[in-house]
């Protein structure tokens, strides 16, 4: 059948049980989803949007044909492509043998944001049940027999689909680690360096450069290195876990995933003005400024995200910040994934000081903001191997911070 129903369930403010927000109706081979708010949840005197940008509160269903049918909060929720890997696995089928709506229902408690979507009104809560930080052998194990195909125990599946769908394709699961949830980053097998170790690095020195990153730790398991980033869409409460709402900035300006072209960090910034304090905007500048002087590459509008309560729209800690790797003797002009100025994606600094103004900024202080992160990044090589990156990843990161 191409067309099916679901229950949107919601985690408003303060409460660890989900309630029915409406019905979203999914027509897979027109690729339309449409949802429609239920007349006992908009009656609610808490009642949050599902979606804060595409789904205001209202009574008529409103339709969506972007990222194959789903609304963008819905679609940051879904499982990213580690976690369809999971699944499918788990079902003994490829991912491409799947629906859109199969993952959107097989997904469980752990995923981000303050979603859930379930077969019925009256399906039961998922159970929230990480593995524990102990247990990180055994999943680094498994994560890897997944990637290689070869078959994993339903037992060891169970605890790899605690999983997230903030990451991409990269291995990973949800773990439980003093009263917090974390993600474990693990390595994956085609890495020619130490990416978590890496990405660890790179994601303290965009602490020191006035960029917010969540709590972090890294931690070896055998002669593995596994980064552990704090979940900043959980809270543990007494009676449980807070959930707070997610969208990526793709979902927060309602663009296709396919449409690259309409990638801007200014237009962001423009959206920001309406929904995020000020201070966010001149960090979304920074972060900008950060990526083209580390080689971040993969900064498309996914990697970035927004939080939301129902008090406003707020920028969250970054997360997923990497040097592109880049050979010896390679150009060294490169671009971002989004447009930064007047050159589009051209990923210079004049180029990211050509529309300051966008971002609230003078000319004079995008300049100092530009001077702060240049000096800061200029000391990458110390700060790396104070990290624990051996003198052997330094050299072979050099191409990438030019």
């Given at each position: 059948m191409a067309e099916k129903n679901i229950t949107v369930f919601i985690y408003l403010p303060g409460e660890t049980m989900a309630v029915p927000a409406g019905i979203f109706t999914h027509d897979s081979n027109a690729g339309v989803g449409s949802f429609a708010y239920g007349r006992k949840y908009r009656e609610r005197p808490n009642a949050l949007p599902v979606d804060p940008v595409a789904l205001p509160i209202g009574p008529e269903p409103l339709p969506v044909s972007v990222n194959h049918g789903l609304y963008g909060a819905f679609r940051d929720a879904a499982p990213d492509y580690w976690g369809r890997l999971v699944i499918a696995a788990g079902k003994k089928m490829p991912p491409e043998a799947l629906a859109e709506m199969d993952f959107l229902v097989s997904a469980n408690a752990t995923r981000v944001g303050n979603l859930d979507f379930r077969e019925t009104p009256n399906s039961p809560e998922?159970?929230?049940?990480?593995?524990?930080?102990?247990?990180?052998?055994?999943?680094l194990d498994a994560a890897a027999k997944i990637e290689t195909g070869e078959e994993v125990s339903q037992h060891l599946l169970r605890l790899l689909r605690q999983g997230t769908s903030v990451g991409g394709a990269r291995p990973k699961c949800t773990v439980e680690w003093e009263d917090a949830l974390w993600i474990a980053k693990?390595?994956?097998?085609?890495?020619?360096?130490?990416i978590p170790r890496i990405e660890y690095a790179a994601m303290t020195l965009a602490a020191k450069c006035g960029i917010r990153v969540p709590a972090m730790r890294l931690q070896s398991v055998g002669d593995k290195d596994v980064l552990l980033v704090r979940r900043f869409d959980r809270e543990m409460a007494e009676s449980g876990w807070l959930r707070t709402g997610f969208l990526s900035s793709l979902s927060l300006m309602q663009w296709d995933e396919m449409d690259r072209l309409a990638w801007d960090y200014g237009a962001i910034a423009d959206i920001m003005r309406r929904h995020a304090p000020v201070?966010?905007?001149?960090e979304w500048f920074r972060r900008m400024l950060f990526n083209i002087l580390v080689r971040n590459t993969d900064d498309h509008p996914r990697n970035h995200g927004f939080l939301f309560d129902g008090s406003g729209i707020i920028l969250s800690p970054a997360y997923d910040i990497v040097p592109s790797i880049t050979r010896p003797g390679v150009g060294t002009d490169f671009s971002l994934a989004m447009s930064i100025g007047d050159r589009g994606r051209e990923?210079?600094?004049?180029?990211?000081?050509?529309?300051?103004?966008?971002f609230g900024l003078s000319k004079d202080g995008a300049k100092e903001d530009v001077k702060r992160l240049v000096r800061v990044v200029r000391g990458w090589r110390e700060h790396f191997a104070s990290m624990g990156c051996p003198d052997s990843e330094i050299r072979a990161l050099e191409p990438s911070f030019g």
């Open positions: 998922p159970e929230l049940e990480p593995p524990h930080f102990n247990r990180l052998a055994e999943l693990f390595p994956a097998k085609d890495d020619t360096l130490n201070e966010d905007i001149r990923a210079t600094l004049e180029n990211a000081l050509s529309r300051a103004a966008r």
